[in-house]
T-cell receptor
Framework: GESVGLHLPTLSVQEGDNSIINCAYS??????FIWYKQESGKGPQFIID?????DKRQGQRVTVLLNKTVKHLSLQIAATQPGDSAVYFC?????????????FGTGTRLKVLA | NAGVTQTPKFQVLKTGQSMTLQCAQD?????MSWYRQDPGMGLRLIHY???????DQGEVPNGYNVSRSTTEDFPLRLLSAAPSQTSVYFC????????????FGQGTRLTVV
């Protein structure tokens, strides 16, 4: 079946280092992939998205990479800061055959060590 | 501009009770949706609406009803609460159905005893 999942449930990184959060997906027909950040007690917050016909997109301190060959999505955070500590979700939007599906992964917790 | 507002933030229900979770947005977004978040399960789509008067089922619709009489409001009704509905509920909105940037509310933590 279709699924969006994450390899690492918890990732600990030193402040100032780069972070890489990974996500595997199984629906090759998805049109968009999105990363969200969720801080404790808050709703998810949009970070960045990438269309399925792209392989890289950069934002402010973040880069999303899409490898359709192995169905892999990653979020890279440069110079990780304490404020980056949160749970990160990948999600995909699929609009196959007129149906609409917005599927979230289970999340990875990022801990930034001082 | 308040964004997406959910009420209440916390709620305890007894099994069999009914209640409505409120969601309102002031961004004139067409698309609104309800998710539940359970540990280890990510967010799962319950119901969504692509505009006033139009709703559709998501991944886990059983036990929940929605309506969309206005663009701003999208309430979620629990018909007869069950312990399996204990969860954190999030409402989200976006400009359109295929717009990737969704804005989420703060969530409602519901406990059914």
């Amino acid at each position: 079946g279709e699924s969006v999942g994450l390899h690492l449930p918890t990732l600990s990184v030193q402040e100032g280092d780069n972070s890489i959060i990974n996500c595997a997906y199984s629906n090759s027909a998805s049109d968009y992939f999105i990363w969200y950040k969720q801080e404790s007690g808050k709703g998810p917050q949009f970070i960045i998205d990438i269309r399925s016909n792209m392989d890289k997109r950069q934002g402010q301190r973040v880069t999303v990479l899409l490898n359709k060959t192995v169905k892999h999505l990653s979020l890279q955070i440069a110079a990780t800061q304490p404020g980056d500590s949160a749970v990160y979700f990948c999600a995909e939007i699929s609009t196959t055959s007129g149906t609409y599906k917005y599927i979230f992964g289970t999340g990875t917790r990022l801990k930034v060590l001082a | 501009n308040a964004g997406v507002t959910q009420t209440p933030k916390f709620q305890v229900l007894k099994t069999g009770q009914s209640m409505t979770l409120q969601c309102a947005q002031d961004m004139n977004h067409e698309y609104m949706s309800w998710y539940r978040q359970d540990p280890g399960m990510g967010l799962r789509l319950i119901h969504y609406s692509v505009g006033a008067g139009i709703t559709d089922q998501g991944e886990v619709p059983n036990g929940y009803n929605v309506s969309r009489s206005t663009t701003e409001d999208f309430p979620l009704r629990l018909l007869s609460a069950a312990p399996s509905q204990t969860s954190v509920y999030f409402c989200a909105s976006s400009l359109g159905r295929f717009n990737t940037e969704a804005f989420f509310g703060q969530g409602t933590r519901l406990t059914v005893v």
